[in-house]
């Protein structure tokens, strides 16, 4: 993992465009039935125990400016809009749960908020809830680097636990292009993928523990530090990827793994995508355990971010003819760990020179070139390209993001059939559809279909859905591999989900929120 490059999550700004409030809030109403706004005694009474700089609201007795809460209203994507008139930032665990009991006696719908980088919706109210951030609990609880297993604040951004890792030769098993901003709360409630999941896997396996506030204030401290513990029911795994519905994180004990000695990556120029799936077998043979990402974009989306200025761009003759691109990383010790078939002791720099020769003098070759980092700097600049894409993205246009499992040979196929389609309907235009891409994960079969459009517009909206989501159906995908269901997917859960699994959810979600409190109307219909 790369400790000298952050990449903040800047919001969109310029190009971006509000939904009509009506249209984004549709169905809203229903939603929330039954649930209470907060009010002026509601305050009084967080302000017994919370401090005035724990209280953003805009009612009184001291209203602040609604600009102070769009950035808590307001998604990343500027897609989806709320209107809270509160945020409340409690410091503890206690805290929390004191907010959560109130909450749940006076039926007042909360939205646990991270760092507001979800791009699905789920980290912001659809209407007037209670925004809970957890922004003010940063602290390290506790680091034992014999066993390398962290405790700390569920707010605690996902950069500043790699920085504090450093010293001790750590890193988190997790890395996204979000990680100046994201928090590791938020990073469990999405189960976050990110670019290494090939190599350290979901966190499903590297979570050991987390504290959770339940709807009804109580405190889950299931915060265990143990490898093993077959003690009946993992409690733990059903807030893993719940995006806030069954409660808030405020505690996360994750096994953090030792720091690799040496990293090295290369960005492959391929003349076609066909290449892509034989190219990934050939990497993973001659690299096998040093292999950590193997990321894929296609050349629109490339060309995007070189237009934009994400990482710096390869030259003219690298890209020339280059259909696609996929980012290899190694990850390894500095010496002879991995060696060859014949005994010689190969360092990891060297193996993927060795792969990049081989790659090229082969008579039929699945490059047509590949550029190869042979500094720190530019390592990072290389990352920066593949990391850069979605803000390159949200620079150009407003984004339609799909974010799905589909096999590794149909990533081009989904990209085509949807333009195809955008184009039958007259939307593939500079007015209205401006470009339709895909970059992702190619270890873990996750495609980001990306639709760059001028504006969001219902029009576009109905000609995607559920186009997108019956093809994804069709080759008995994920409608959503890694981002969540959130707000915007939970009319399209039954793609991925059959009735039976839909219904255990739902009794699920009862058991633990039977008032409905706890991000209402996020992840089930
Ligand atoms: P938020 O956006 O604040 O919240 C997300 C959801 O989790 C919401 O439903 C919210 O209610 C809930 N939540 C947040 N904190 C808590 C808590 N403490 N307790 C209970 N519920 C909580 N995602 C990937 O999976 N892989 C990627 O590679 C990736 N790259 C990204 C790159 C960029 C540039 C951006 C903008 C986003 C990217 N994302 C990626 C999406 C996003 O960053 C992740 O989903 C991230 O895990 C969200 O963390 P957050 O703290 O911002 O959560
Ligand atoms: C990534 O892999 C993120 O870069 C974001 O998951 C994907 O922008 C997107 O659609
Ligand atoms: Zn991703």
Redesign the pocket.
Known sequence: MRHDHV?S?ARSSGGTRHLPRRWAHAGSAAALRGLNTVTEEDLAHFAQFLPPTSILSTLTPSPSPAEELAPFNND?MNKYHGKSTTVLKPRTTEEVSKIVKWCSQRRIGI?????????VG??VPINDELILS?SNMTKVRSFDDVSGILVAD??CILQSLSDYLAPYHHIVPLD???KG???I???V??N????RLLRYGSLHGSVLGLEVVLPDGTVLDQLTSLRKDNTGYDLKQLFIG???TL????GVSILAAPAPQASNNVILALPKFDNVQPLFKEVKRQLSEILSAFEYMDRTVYDLAVKHGQGRALDPQDVEGAECFVLVETSGGKREHDEEASHIPLPDAQKLNTLLETLMEADEPLINTGVLATSPAQFSALWAIREGL??AVSKEGNAYKYDVSVPLDKFQEVVDKTREHLQQKGLLHADAVKYVVGYGHVGDSNLHLNIVAAAYTPEIEAALEPFVYELVASYKGSISA???I?YMKTHALQYSKNPTSIDIMKRIKHLFDPHGIM?PG?VLP
């Open positions: 990449q999550p990343w939205v646990p908020q991270g760092g507001n980088t979800g791009l789920g980290g957890l569920a707010g996204l292009g979000a901003s994201c928090q709360g938020g990073n409630s999405t976050a993928g990110g670019l719940a995006e806030g409660g808030v994180v405020t979605t803000e890694e981002h969540g959130g991000n996020k």
